[in-house]
């Protein structure tokens, strides 16, 4: 079976902001690069996605891979900690990316994003573009062709490397992807991704604080305190979903790598002779949640790492793999979704070494009679990122449309789960359609639109990605019946107007 045809990322960013999903941070002062603020119709897709995780993360029952219900509990922890926290996690000293600097244009690169294209002759000109970005390699590619005089790549002469694994004399034949002249980008060098602060109201090194990258080390910071708070016993889950801030040198790709960001992470504590078990089930779980809330087609994978990229953190026994979504700008590629960690005891322990409180990172299990540091397994989503994904996945073009296009979600994740017309707005179908909307937004986000031709109003309906249009037409007053029209197929079918509302709660869910 053919592969489907690559979603437009200019086209998809455009109903974004024409509809309101997200727009540009600080837009009328110019934007800020990697800052995005969500419309309307992209705050509710994100609470929807919010909501869906904690309800099934934290509410609903689970079974474990061993036959018992699965204890989490939830936390909130602040955006700003003590700056100890991130010394014993390692940030402050490792949190750091090689940057590379465009003395021609200013631009700023993770040097690890970066691929040259050139050929293999000595003294050859080389053509630097940013990973996965398809416009800078087509450009890259544009010009390395005029400037040879060629028409098309030779797969003989012609290669695609890292920046990094460039050396002195290659560096200096490199033309960087927002310059027009070779030997212009920078050697390489770190730089901490952390956003550093003050608290108080003096600016001193002293009081130095950091906005946080991650929101884990809250949950790790917290264990003792929520252990003897609740009744949790191991093995249990802390769950958080809260906003984290990295200085990303080269922020891109929309809202997939930005500077603010909500995370959705987990942190289940176990025994360490139950990782393997606790590994697998979470890891599976977690891939087949993607699936039920509308990411069903062949644009999710599931990646096991290699031994060579676990971080300091995982432990090779149980494994790191990484969910992974088909994004347009990463097409025929994947980027990543959520990760799943065996995360080991590294976390607490750094945190009673560093604290000096041992005690307080350590887990004691009565029936023992024995104290010890937990494993952990971490499943760590992006909110954004999964926003994202929702979006790309549900943009779809149909010409039989008057938009032309129609925004397919999953019911569950439909910003608008509903739209309420009167066929026309006088003999009393206005006043009916607004009590049916009353009554639909008590427990679901409904809009009224009483305006255009009902054709421009499903169409509008369709780029919001509102599942059902349901009319108040003649035979409502008659017969009491109201017409649904589907989003995904265009039938309608007639209903009791009295049945409406049960109804659309179970195609909700």
Same mark, same amino acid.
């Given at each position: 079976?053919?592969?489907?045809?690559?979603?437009?990322?200019?086209?998809?960013?455009?109903?974004?902001?024409?509809?309101?999903?997200?727009?540009?941070?600080?837009?009328?002062?110019?934007?800020?690069?990697?800052?995005?603020?969500?419309?309307?119709?992209?705050?509710?897709?994100?609470?929807?996605?919010?909501?869906?995780?904690?309800?099934?993360?934290?509410?609903?029952?689970?079974?474990?891979? %061993?036959?018992?219900?699965?204890?989490?509990?939830?936390?909130?922890?602040?955006?700003?900690?003590?700056?100890?926290?991130?010394?014993?996690?390692?940030?402050?000293?490792?949190?750091?990316?090689?940057?590379? +600097?465009?003395?021609?244009?200013?631009?700023?690169?993770?040097?690890?994003?970066?691929? $040259?294209?050139?050929?293999?002759?000595?003294?050859?000109?080389?053509?630097?573009?940013?990973?996965?970005?398809?416009?800078?390699?087509?450009?890259?590619?544009?010009?390395?062709?005029?400037?040879?005089?060629?028409?098309?790549?030779?797969?003989?002469?012609?290669?695609?490397?890292?920046?990094?694994?460039?050396?002195?004399?290659?560096?200096?034949?490199?033309?960087?992807?927002?310059?027009?002249?070779?030997?212009?980008?920078?050697?390489?060098?770190?730089?901490?991704?952390?956003?550093?602060?003050?608290?108080?109201?003096?600016?001193?090194?002293?009081?130095?604080?950091?906005?946080?990258?991650?929101?884990?080390?809250?949950?790790?910071?917290?264990?003792?305190?929520?252990?003897?708070?609740?009744?949790?016993?191991?093995?249990?889950?802390?769950?958080?979903?809260?906003?984290?801030?990295?200085?990303? $040198?080269?922020?891109?790709?929309?809202?997939?790598?930005?500077?603010? %960001?909500?995370?959705m992470e987990l942190e289940f504590f176990i025994r360490p002779d139950q990782a393997a078990q606790w590994y697998a089930w979470w890891r599976d779980q977690r891939f087949a949640w993607w699936q039920s809330i509308g990411l069903t087609s062949d644009?999710?994978?599931?990646?096991?790492?290699?031994?060579?990229?676990?971080?300091?953190?995982?432990?090779?026994?149980?494994?790191?793999? +990484?969910?992974?979504?088909?994004?347009?700008?990463?097409? #025929?590629?994947?980027?990543?979704?959520?990760?799943?960690?065996?995360?080991?005891?590294?976390?607490?322990?750094?945190?009673?070494?560093?604290?000096?409180?041992?005690?307080?990172?350590?887990?004691?299990?009565?029936?023992?009679?024995?104290?010890?540091?937990?494993?952990?397994?971490? #499943?760590?989503?992006?909110?954004?990122?999964?926003?994202?994904?929702?979006?790309?996945?549900?943009?779809?073009?149909?010409?039989?449309?008057?938009?032309?296009?129609?925004?397919?979600?999953?019911?569950?994740?439909?910003? $608008?789960?509903?739209?309420?017309?009167?066929? $026309?707005?006088?003999?009393?179908?206005?006043?009916?359609?607004?009590?049916?909307?009353?009554?639909?937004?008590?427990?679901?986000?409904?809009?009224?639109?009483?305006?255009?031709?009902?054709?421009?109003?499903?169409?509008?309906?369709?780029?919001?990605?509102?599942?059902?249009?349901?009319?108040?037409?003649?035979?409502?007053?008659?017969?009491?019946?109201?017409?649904?029209?589907?989003?995904?197929?265009?039938?309608?079918?007639?209903?009791?107007?009295?049945?409406?509302?049960?109804?659309?709660?179970?195609?909700?869910?």
């Amino acid at each position: 079976m053919p592969d489907a045809p690559t979603k437009s990322m200019e086209e998809i960013v455009s109903l974004c902001r024409r509809r309101g999903f997200i727009f540009q941070s600080s837009e009328i002062y110019g934007g800020i690069n990697g800052f995005w603020d969500y419309g309307p119709l992209g705050t509710e897709l994100k609470r929807n996605l919010k909501n869906a995780w904690w309800q099934d993360i934290v509410r609903n029952e689970l079974i474990g891979p %061993f036959g018992d219900p699965v204890q989490i509990v939830g936390l909130d922890s602040s955006i700003i900690m003590n700056p100890k926290v991130w010394v014993a996690s390692g940030h402050v000293g490792g949190f750091n990316d090689p940057m590379v +600097d465009c003395r021609e244009s200013k631009a700023r690169y993770r040097a690890d994003h970066l691929m $040259v294209l050139g050929a293999a002759e000595d003294g050859a000109r080389l053509y630097a573009f940013i990973d996965n970005d398809t416009e800078q390699r087509a450009k890259a590619e544009k010009i390395l062709l005029k400037y040879e005089r060629r028409e098309v790549l030779d797969a003989a002469r012609h290669f695609v490397r890292a920046f990094t694994t460039l050396n002195a004399d290659e560096r200096a034949r490199c033309v960087g992807p927002d310059a027009k002249e070779p030997g212009t980008l920078t050697e390489p060098r770190q730089f901490n991704l952390m956003f550093k602060t003050n608290v108080g109201a003096i600016e001193d090194p002293a009081n130095a604080a950091y906005l946080r990258p991650e929101t884990a080390q809250g949950i790790f910071a917290n264990f003792d305190n929520v252990i003897n708070s609740t009744r949790v016993r191991v093995p249990f889950g802390i769950a958080q979903i809260g906003k984290a801030f990295r200085n990303e $040198v080269t922020p891109r790709n929309f809202t997939f790598r930005s500077r603010e %960001f909500e995370q959705m992470e987990l942190e289940f504590f176990i025994r360490p002779d139950q990782a393997a078990q606790w590994y697998a089930w979470w890891r599976d779980q977690r891939f087949a949640w993607w699936q039920s809330i509308g990411l069903t087609s062949d644009n999710l994978q599931l990646r096991e790492h290699d031994r060579d990229e676990l971080a300091h953190y995982a432990k090779v026994g149980a494994g790191t793999s +990484d969910i992974e979504y088909k994004f347009p700008f990463t097409s #025929p590629g994947f980027g990543e979704l959520e990760g799943v960690a065996h995360r080991g005891e590294f976390d607490l322990r750094q945190h009673a070494e560093h604290s000096g409180k041992n005690d307080k990172a350590k887990y004691f299990d009565q029936e023992k009679n024995e104290r010890y540091f937990p494993h952990v397994i971490e #499943p760590s989503a992006g909110a954004d990122r999964g926003t994202l994904a929702l979006l790309c996945e549900a943009y779809t073009k149909d010409e039989s449309r008057p938009s032309g296009v129609f925004m397919k979600f999953h019911p569950r994740m439909a910003p $608008v789960k509903a739209g309420i017309f009167p066929l $026309v707005n006088k003999d009393g179908m206005p006043e009916i359609a607004e009590r049916l909307h009353r009554e639909l937004r008590k427990r679901h986000m409904c809009e009224y639109d009483p305006k255009q031709t009902i054709g421009k109003r499903y169409a509008r309906m369709d780029e919001a990605g509102t599942p059902f249009c349901i009319t108040i037409d003649s035979e409502t007053l008659s017969a009491h019946t109201v017409t649904v029209r589907h989003r995904d197929t265009q039938l309608q079918e007639k209903m009791h107007i009295e049945a409406v509302s049960a109804w659309l709660d179970a195609q909700v869910g």
